[in-house]
């Protein structure tokens, strides 16, 4: 069982978690960032019992942890992986995406990785973003299975605007979509899909093959 606000272990072991330097950055959050983020990163409750407490959904619950974290993560010194790091890690992502590897790509995830799809108003994609390993790693591998059948596909491993990603391709070597993965703290953070025809002409021919629209794999239930 979940301990509560008021247990004594409870605020001994935040004190020990938040240095000052920490707490400064905590207030540059809003009221509800700060609450969500401690619920979950610090008292490891879940989001349902988040949600309830907060007065939110679990949705948006995730959505405020995600916007807590990158604000942090901004602003906090850390030590910085090597290029060399991030693309062995985007290496890996690509292997276990082109071979099914469910359990070798949720291990390169963050816990609250977040998947978004990009089709503009051309190729439909994900209404809302998706978080959590096991759903995006699920929907990621749905995807790539449909790609894989496209004739002639094949995924070459490129630098997006600062990030390690991909750029998917059919035979004529015309693009079907592009990767960028977001790597921090040795793990794939966020995975961006982008299949708008209008963001990927200046990249190369598009394909008039639309890939099959993201859409969340089936559920591990």
């Known amino acids: 069982m979940t301990r509560g606000l008021d247990d004594p272990a409870s605020h001994a072991e935040m004190s020990d978690s938040l240095s000052l330097a920490f707490l400064v950055l905590l207030e540059r959050l809003s009221p509800e960032q700060r609450a969500v983020f401690l619920l979950r ?3 490891d409750y879940g989001y349902d019992a988040i949600a309830e407490i907060v007065g939110k959904s679990e ?4 959505q405020l942890a995600v916007r807590a974290r990158s604000h942090i993560e901004q602003d906090r010194p850390r030590f910085e992986a090597s290029r060399q790091d991030h693309d062995e890690l985007a290496r890996r992502f690509m292997t276990a995406t082109q071979t099914g ?8 995830l963050a816990h609250d990785v977040a998947l ?3 089709g503009g108003s051309k190729v439909r994609a994900m209404a809302d973003p998706l978080f959590g390993r096991r759903p995006v790693a699920r ?4 995807w790539m299975r449909v790609v894989r059948g496209i004739e002639g596909f094949s995924i070459r491993p490129v630098e997006m605007n600062g990030h390690s990603g991909a750029l998917g391709l059919e035979g004529q070597e015309r693009l079907l979509f592009v990767l960028s993965l977001d790597i921090a703290d040795s793990q794939i953070q966020g995975i961006r899909g982008i299949v708008n025809p209008d963001k ?10 639309l890939p099959t629209p993201l859409s969340p794999g089936p559920s591990s239930e």
Do not use: I, N, Q, Y
Request: with cysteine.
């Open 41 to 43: 990163e610090v008292f």
């Open 59 to 62: 949705a948006a619950c995730r």
């Open 101 to 108: 590897d469910l359990d070798g790509l949720e291990a390169l």
């Open 116 to 118: 978004h799809g990009d």
């Open 139 to 142: 929907t990621v591998l749905s």
């Open 200 to 209: 990927l002409r200046h990249l190369g021919p598009v394909s008039d093959l």
